[in-house]
């Protein structure tokens, strides 16, 4: 089991910054690729970003790149979500996952999914 808790969230003007961190405990954190994802009132579960279990790897969606950072650090059982140049469409609640495989992150069938925090931008 792995348990995933999400903090940092909070409200920010357009254009501003937040880092949103997810703390990991339980199996060993540095096996799994590690995700965020979003969930906008109304709509669907969004893919946001994925990282490799090394750091190695990372992917993004595009309606965030070159605007969020993920990273990680395994030292401390933590995954990053820097995020920068905010818009009034990024507000949502944010959630890590964490799988074995970052095609399973990806994908949104992580097994293990943190509770939530949410980020709200005012125009």
């Known amino acids: 089991q792995v348990q995933l808790v999400e903090s940092g969230g909070g409200l920010v003007q357009a254009g501003g910054s937040l880092r949103l961190s997810c703390a990991a405990s339980g199996r060993t954190f540095s096996s799994y690729a590690m995700g965020w994802f979003r969930q906008a009132p109304g709509k669907e579960r969004e893919f946001v970003a994925v990282?490799?279990?090394?750091?190695?790897?990372?992917y993004y969606a595009d309606s965030v790149k070159g605007r969020f950072t993920i990273s990680r650090d395994n030292a401390k059982n933590t995954v990053y979500l820097q995020m920068n140049s905010l818009k009034p469409e990024d507000t949502a609640v944010y959630y890590c996952a964490a799988e074995e495989s970052s095609l399973a992150v990806v994908a949104g069938t992580a097994d293990y999914w943190g509770q939530g925090t949410q980020v709200t931008v005012s125009s």
């Open positions: 990282i490799s279990w090394s750091g190695g790897r990372t």
